[in-house]
Nanobody
Framework: QVQLVESGGGLVQFGGSLRLSCAAS????????MGWYRQAPGKQREWVARVTVGGSTNYAIFVKGRFTISRDNAKNTVYLQMNSLKPEDTAVYYC?????????WGQGTQVTVSS
């Protein structure tokens, strides 16, 4: 059973950058499309970005132009490059299939952006 482990979060200043990684214990090609999601304190989890098996991407309007999702099928890893970070990007970030599969939710990685 595939498990997903997110890493790369941390504390960054307004305007800074972070690169998140999501390492799968098995084949991400077998999962299919992959996505990044986030949950801010007191808010529902929301979708951030999606990448297809072939590498096509889609983004939520609030990150478009600032975040870039990518995947390395050979390494079974999905990435999220986050630039021009804002305090409102503060959240726990998760990767999962797109659409999400309940059993694949991991612990996430905390991203905190200071103003």
């Amino acid at each position: 059973q595939v498990q997903l482990v997110e890493s790369g979060g941390g504390l960054v200043q307004f305007g800074g950058s972070l690169r998140l990684s999501c390492a799968a214990s098995g084949s991400i090609v077998s999962i299919g499309d992959m996505g990044w999601y986030r949950q801010a304190p007191g808010k529902q989890r929301e979708w951030v970005a999606r990448v297809t098996v072939g590498g096509s991407t889609n983004y939520a309007i609030f990150v478009k132009g600032r975040f870039t999702i990518s995947r390395d099928n050979a390494k079974n890893t999905v990435y999220l490059q986050m630039n021009s970070l804002k305090p409102e990007d503060t959240a726990v970030y998760y990767c999962n299939a797109f659409p999400a599969i309940f059993r694949l939710w991991g612990q996430g990685t905390q991203v905190t952006v200071s103003s």
